[in-house]
């Protein structure tokens, strides 16, 4: 490059991968790569190494073992037969962690879960919180065991936003790939989530606060 | 509006940079509303870090948990038909085709024939009548000649 220059000029050089379009970790694609060939010990050594990503997660969901291991499976077989339709632009694991996310959502129709009516935690806590007293502090295990009531009650992809953030501590990009959104989406309804949370909080005398 | 901005930014700053849930930045600092909104994110995060026992599968429990995959796997793969059955379908249809093709090649079968006839005995009680035969390829005839004068 024949460029001369008086004084001295510095690049910042930044180098960024689009969102949501990080590589598979290398470790990961050549058991996928077999597994996509039909190699069923390749894809079994996958699910041991995911299986409690994909079980802790179907778990957030579903607050029960069996069901979660249900589910789990269900995520591990739809996984295996959408193989060839992995192309490495997401982690193995976000890959997974979207099936999960996107399967909670049928199983939970499935079988009917029954979701917890708000107002009807709202009344029997709020009888336990008259005994209490509505300004005392809640320990924050049972503040914990109110929210998650209260999540049974969010549409499921607030409910999906919060879980990914709060539960799994994914960070925004990861949320964004699993989620399959753009990070202001992502946002949106983790905002969204905490303010429904939030709400109920409040009204249950939990935590103090005014109008959004 | 602009108070959801805030908090929305007031959120970034606590999902992605907050490491002390105690001490809120000064950008947010002396707003009452904000201050009790990040306090409610800091109780929030503490009451679901006591509740978020991460739940897990056991080396112990892997081998039963695959055994439910494979099974499943197994169930759901495209039925496929033995070798044999597959070779025997394949030979019955070459078979039907070639005596297909063979009947259309070489025409209508030849018309069932008889052997020549052959005529073996002959006899006559008409007196003086006389029996001549005659065998062709396709015919044995047989002519009795009477007298004449001598028809009933």
Redesign the interface.
């Known amino acids: 490059m024949g460029l001369a220059l008086e004084t001295p000029v510095y690049f910042a050089l930044e180098i960024s991968t689009p969102e949501g379009d990080l590589p598979v970790i290398d470790t990961d694609k050549p058991l996928v790569t077999r597994a996509q060939a039909g190699d069923l010990e390749a894809f079994e050594e996958l699910v041991r190494q995911y299986r409690n990503d994909v079980f802790a997660l179907a778990y957030h969901f579903v607050r029960n073992r069996e069901e979660a291991w249900d589910l789990s499976q269900e995520v591990f077989i739809k996984a295996h037969q959408a193989l060839g339709q992995f192309r490495g632009e997401s982690s193995f694991k976000t890959w997974l962690m979207r099936i999960t996310a996107n399967r909670s959502k049928d199983y939970l129709k499935k079988r009917r879960l029954d979701t917890v009516a708000y107002d009807d935690a709202l009344e029997s806590h709020e009888v336990a919180a008259g005994m209490m007293g509505p300004r005392e502090s809640l320990e924050a295990r049972e503040m914990g065991e109110v929210i998650l009531k209260a999540m049974n009650a969010l549409p499921h992809k607030h409910r999906v936003a919060f879980t990914l953030r709060e539960f799994e501590g994914l960070s925004y990009e990861e949320m964004a790939r699993v989620m399959e959104c753009s990070l202001g989406t992502v946002m949106s309804r983790l905002h969204h989530a905490r303010r429904k949370l939030q709400d109920k909080l409040i009204r249950m005398g939990v935590v103090m606060g005014g109008k959004h | 509006m602009f108070?959801?901005h805030k908090?929305?930014k007031l959120?970034?700053w606590f999902?992605?940079d907050c490491t002390s849930d105690t001490t809120i930045p000064a950008a947010f600092a002396g707003d009452a509303?904000l201050e009790?909104?990040f306090?409610?994110?800091a109780?929030?995060?503490?009451?679901?870090?006591?509740?978020?026992e991460?739940?897990?599968?056991a080396d112990a429990q892997?081998p039963a948990?695959?055994s439910?995959?494979?099974e499943?796997?197994v169930q759901?793969q495209p039925r496929r038909l033995p070798g044999i059955w597959v070779m025997a379908s394949v030979a019955a249809v070459l078979l039907l085709v070639t005596v297909s093709t063979l009947v259309v090649v070489m025409g209508r079968p030849a018309d069932v024939r008889a052997e020549q006839p052959q005529i073996e005995s002959y006899s006559t009680d008409i007196k003086g009548a006389t029996v001549k035969t005659k065998t062709d390829k396709d015919n044995a005839t047989v002519w009795v000649n009477v007298p004449s004068g001598d028809l009933w």
């Open positions: 108070r959801s908090k929305r959120e970034t999902d992605q509303e009790s909104h306090a409610t994110l109780r929030t995060r503490r009451a679901v870090q006591t509740i978020a991460r739940e897990q599968i892997f948990f695959m439910g995959i494979r499943q796997l759901k």
